[in-house]
């Protein structure tokens, strides 16, 4: 059997940094708090938690002289002003290319453009993005674009995360309902590249295997798209959840993995196969 490692499966750039901040400001702290979890990743979560990164609902909450991290998702503008009111000790870990997308959507308000958010409802970094402008509409597939009214002057971001296929669609359909339409693609540079590895993979191998939390958009989305391609594709959380009788009479495997996926817990899905199968050789896929 062969194994294809997709080269960027796994944490990107900026969940590294907030949790290697996030690690290196608890040392150096005693503790240090998080509304939420830094990355929807359990394994990761416990680990810090044990380090000092802990989880807390409200800012009330942090211990007085205590630091506080603003992960990599983006923060509401909201909490940052209540945080910088009460003087606390700011940790800011929002990833540069978040910011970014902060600074496109208020440069298109300030056109004058109705503003309308390619993401997730609910979500944390979607959150923190429509938080910068005022009635920002967030949709999250075709039938919400579909929904809409049409308008005359329109800006559009979109969730680092989301697949290109669904902004494109949504795209689409907003061509036809926006008259001056400006669109800027926030799809992050990782996001881009491991969906396209993903899809490749996913052709060229017998068995696909995305490893991340069911907890994580992002990885959510690797797997469909993995799925979409070939139905042997599987989605496991760690090396526990893989099933030997996914491996029976399969020459290659794809592997890839969500961006809140450290590592180690992808080293060990590897070994496990290793340890079930005859493997021939690993290859990193480029």
Known sequence: MKIFLAKNAGYCFGVRDAVQLAYDTAHDDGDVYMLGHIVHNENVVEKLDKAGAKVVETLDQVPNGKP??????GTHVDTWKKAQEK???????????????????KILEKEGRKIIIIGDHGHDEVIGIASQVKNAVIVANPDEANALRKTKKAGVVSQ????????QEIINILMSKVFDLRFVNT???????NQEQIKELAEACDLMIVIGSFTSANSKRLTQLAKER????????????????????VETVGISAGASTPDNIINEVIDKIKLITSVEKETIYE
């Open 87 to 105: 003087n606390m000790n700011i940790i800011d870990a929002t990833c540069p290319l978040v910011e970014e997308i902060h600074d496109e959507i």
């Open 187 to 193: 799809i992050c540079f990782p996001t881009k590249r």
């Open 68 to 73: 506080i991290l603003f992960r990599a998702h």
């Open 160 to 167: 680092s995360t989301q697949t290109i296929e669904n902004v």
């Open 230 to 249: 070939n139905k042997l594709s599987f989605q496991v959380t760690c090396a526990n959840d893989v099933d030997e009788s996914w491996l029976e009479n």
